[in-house]
Structures are given as C-alpha cells and as structure tokens.
C-alpha cells in the first residue's frame, strides 16, 4: 500500500516555474515506477512523465519535453516535477501515481496510487 501527497501547486505567469513534490508512505517506494499526470477542465487525464524505480529512466510527453523534469529521492520517498517555461495550456490539476510495473508506465491504467492532486494555474 502507498499513500501519495503532492504539494507545490499555485498560480504562476507565463514562462515562469514551479516544482511539484510528492511524498510517499510505505517502505517499498523504491520498487514503484512513478509517474505525473495532469487533468485540465473538462479534458481527459493527460500523462506528463515518468520514472523508473531506479531513478535511471525517464520519459516525457512531447507537450512537455525540454521543459519539464521529473526525479526522485528513494531515500526520501519523494518525487518531483520541475517545470519551467509554463504555459497558460499547462494549467491543470497535476496528480502523482505509482505504479508496480518496470520501465517508464506511461498508461493510467498501469499506475495503482495516485495522490489527490495539486492546483497548478499559468496565467497569459
């Protein structure tokens, strides 16, 4: 069982950053996958990133390529999302899930927790 809290969220103008955090409960995080997604106002669960358990494969979606990070701390149970040079398309409310699987999930079915979300709002 994992317990997932993201945190960092808040409004930001055009082309500035943000770092999202998330922490992890449980003693086996270092064995999950995790990954960000994000969910806009009347869209669909959208994937952003991800990263394997080891911390040396990750993956972006092209929509943020170049411009967002992800890394983790196994040690600390946590993960994060840098992202620089927002966009007011960025504005979603931004999840982080774990997920069991090997490799770089990028499916929202693949992902088994999923924390309760963060408000990031990138104004024009």
């Known amino acids: 069982q994992v317990q997932l809290v993201e945190s960092g969220g808040g409004l930001v103008q055009a082309g500035g950053s943000l770092r999202l955090s998330c922490v992890a409960s449980?003693?086996?995080?270092?064995?999950?996958?995790m990954g960000w997604f994000r969910q806009a106002p009347g869209k669909e669960h959208e994937f952003v990133t991800a990263?394997?358990?080891?911390?040396?494969?990750?993956y972006n979606a092209d929509s943020v390529k170049g411009r967002f990070t992800i890394s983790r701390d196994n040690v600390g149970n946590m993960v994060f999302l840098q992202m620089n040079s927002l966009k007011p398309e960025d504005t979603a409310v931004y999840y982080c899930?774990?997920?069991?699987?090997?490799?770089?999930?990028?499916?929202?079915?693949?992902?088994?927790?999923w924390g309760q979300g963060t408000q990031v709002t990138v104004s024009s």
């Open positions: 899930a774990a997920s069991p699987y090997g490799g770089v999930p990028t499916m929202r079915s693949d992902y088994d927790y």
């Open positions: 449980g003693r086996t995080f270092g064995k999950y996958a």
């Open positions: 990263i394997s358990w080891s911390g040396l494969s990750t």
